[in-house]
């Protein structure tokens, strides 16, 4: 029996689910804007001072490294909208 003759005679769907099942099945919230300028700046903030304490050679070093850190974040939180 096809699914559209179920539904003429009007038996349930077979993905319908209690409302607690469909919920938890739901992807994970979006973080707010405000929250992702937070994380990046705090990604490269720390980045910078973990290269510094590493040995970076000097203050240019370590913030290349911590903008392409911060890139590669970046890119996460693009794929994850």
Request: net charge positive.
């Amino acid at each position: 029996m096809s699914r559209r003759s179920r539904r003429e005679r009007g038996a349930p769907a077979e993905d319908t689910q209690p409302a607690e099942a469909r919920r938890r099945r739901r992807p994970p919230d979006k973080i707010p804007f405000a929250a992702q300028v937070a994380l990046l700046v705090a990604v490269f903030a720390v980045t910078v001072g973990i290269a510094e304490l590493a040995g970076a050679i000097n203050l240019g070093t370590s913030f290349g490294i911590a903008q392409i850190v911060f890139a590669i974040v970046l890119v996460v939180l693009l794929l994850r909208a």
